[in-house]
Structure formats: C-alpha cells, structure tokens
C-alpha cells in the first residue's frame, strides 16, 4: 500500500504477556519513529530509527520495551510482560529524510488494552 | 517547559463559518518546523500543513492556512468553510534543528455544527 501499516490494529493482552507490533513503512523512508499515545493525549516519542540504525530510543518507558529494524524497512516494536499501564495506541510513522521539514507520516496505530 | 500548548480542549463551528484553533509553541533553537495533525476517530494522524521558522510566509493548503506570528511563537491553524468532516482531533506538533522528535500539544476536538 501507500501508506503506513500497522498490524495488529486491536491488540488485547492479558497482564504479564509479551506484545509485539509490527510497521511496516512508506517504501523509501529512511526514518522510521514510534509514539505512544495515551487516551485523551498527544502522542509521546519512544524510539526513532534511520536505517536500520535505532538512533534514539530516549523515550523508551522501561526495558520492556524493544524496538528493532533489522533490515532497515519493516519494524517491531516488541513489549515484555505488559502492564496495565502500557494500554494506549502505538503509532508508527516514517519520513523521507532527516531534515526539519520533513513531514512524518503515520499509519492507523495498534491500539493495546492491557486486562 | 511544555514545548507545545494547545489551550482549547474542545471547539465548535457551524459549517461553512471559519475556525482558528490555537497553538503555542517554545524553543530556543532558530531552525524549527510546526505541523498541524488531523486525528479523525479511526486514530490515522493525518498531515494538514507545515510551517518553517525561516519562512517568510503564512502556509497555506486548501482550506487550511497556519497564522504564523513569530515573535508571539504561536501557529494557529485556520480553517475555513467548515465541513463536517473536519470534525476530529487536531494536534499541533514541533521539530527542532534535525532532531528526531516530534512534540506534540494535547490536542483540540473540533465539532463542526450543521
């Protein structure tokens, strides 16, 4: 497709189970970032991606949290022994280049509820 | 300090008026971009329009136009003739520099009125 895909889109996960969401980005874009986003918020930056290369993973909420893009395209974000706390949608968005201007595009999100 | 401060929780516009919906921002790099989001209930953020601290005018697509006062440091969306579906989300959002974040403001729900 065009755009951004995000599978699953509806992830219900019982406590303490391990999540993972892929991504799959625009083809040709370099940068590939992960937000978070609580409801009733905006989003949160987790982790960003340029290549393969994960280049910031600053607003990574705790070592549950893994992101990895082995070969540069398609991501995952994986989540360990999930909490409650945890639930929210997980965007995911990618752009041509790393300059100012460039605009970031994002795919629907896969929203996880954590019972 | 909040980097984004959208103060307008909820709006509402009849259709076909005009609607500004508000956003400040704050930074003390000189190179930035201001973006504004559309988030419709599907959850897909949506680009709307881009401004850069150098440019020397106000964005403009379509119906969307950005109210870019820089002294001020505000980048208030505007939108004209309504319609209703621009009923969402709008979530104004800052790049510093080249640096790999996006800051995002809470958001403003928008209800266009028929």
Same mark, same amino acid.
């Given at each position: 497709g065009a755009g951004v895909s995000q599978s699953p889109r509806y992830k219900v996960a019982k406590r303490g189970q391990d999540v993972a969401l892929r991504c799959d980005p625009i083809s040709g874009h370099v940068s590939l970032f992960w937000y978070q986003q609580a409801l009733g918020q905006g989003p949160e930056f987790l982790t960003y991606f340029q290549n393969e290369a994960q +280049? =910031?993973? $600053?607003?990574?909420? $705790? =070592? &549950?949290f893994f992101a990895e893009r082995p070969e540069g395209s398609v991501s995952t974000l994986k989540i360990q &022994? %999930? /909490? /409650?706390? =945890?639930s929210a949608v997980y965007l995911c968005a990618s752009s041509l +280049? =790393? /300059? %100012?201007g460039n605009t970031i595009y994002f795919g629907e999100g896969s929203w996880l509820t954590v019972v | 300090a909040q980097k984004i401060t959208q103060t307008q929780p909820g709006m509402f516009v009849q259709e076909k008026e005009a609607v500004t919906l508000d956003c400040t921002y704050d930074t003390s790099d000189p190179s930035y971009g201001l973006f504004w989001y559309k988030q419709p209930s599907s959850g897909e953020m949506i680009f709307l329009i881009y401004q850069g601290s150098y440019d020397q005018q106000n964005a403009t697509e379509g119906r969307y136009s950005l109210n870019f006062q820089k002294a001020r440091k505000s980048a208030n969306l505007v939108i004209s003739?309504?319609?209703?579906?621009?009923s969402a989300m709008y979530f104004c959002a800052m790049r510093e520099g080249t640096g790999n974040q996006f800051y995002f403001g809470t958001g403003t729900s928008l209800t266009v009125i028929p």
């Amino acid at each position: 497709g065009a755009g951004v895909s995000q599978s699953p889109r509806y992830k219900v996960a019982k406590r303490g189970q391990d999540v993972a969401l892929r991504c799959d980005p625009i083809s040709g874009h370099v940068s590939l970032f992960w937000y978070q986003q609580a409801l009733g918020q905006g989003p949160e930056f987790l982790t960003y991606f340029q290549n393969e290369a994960q +280049l =910031d993973k $600053s607003g990574l909420p $705790s =070592d &549950r949290f893994f992101a990895e893009r082995p070969e540069g395209s398609v991501s995952t974000l994986k989540i360990q &022994r %999930t /909490q /409650q706390e =945890d639930s929210a949608v997980y965007l995911c968005a990618s752009s041509l +280049l =790393d /300059q %100012t201007g460039n605009t970031i595009y994002f795919g629907e999100g896969s929203w996880l509820t954590v019972v | 300090a909040q980097k984004i401060t959208q103060t307008q929780p909820g709006m509402f516009v009849q259709e076909k008026e005009a609607v500004t919906l508000d956003c400040t921002y704050d930074t003390s790099d000189p190179s930035y971009g201001l973006f504004w989001y559309k988030q419709p209930s599907s959850g897909e953020m949506i680009f709307l329009i881009y401004q850069g601290s150098y440019d020397q005018q106000n964005a403009t697509e379509g119906r969307y136009s950005l109210n870019f006062q820089k002294a001020r440091k505000s980048a208030n969306l505007v939108i004209s003739a309504s319609q209703l579906g621009d009923s969402a989300m709008y979530f104004c959002a800052m790049r510093e520099g080249t640096g790999n974040q996006f800051y995002f403001g809470t958001g403003t729900s928008l209800t266009v009125i028929p």
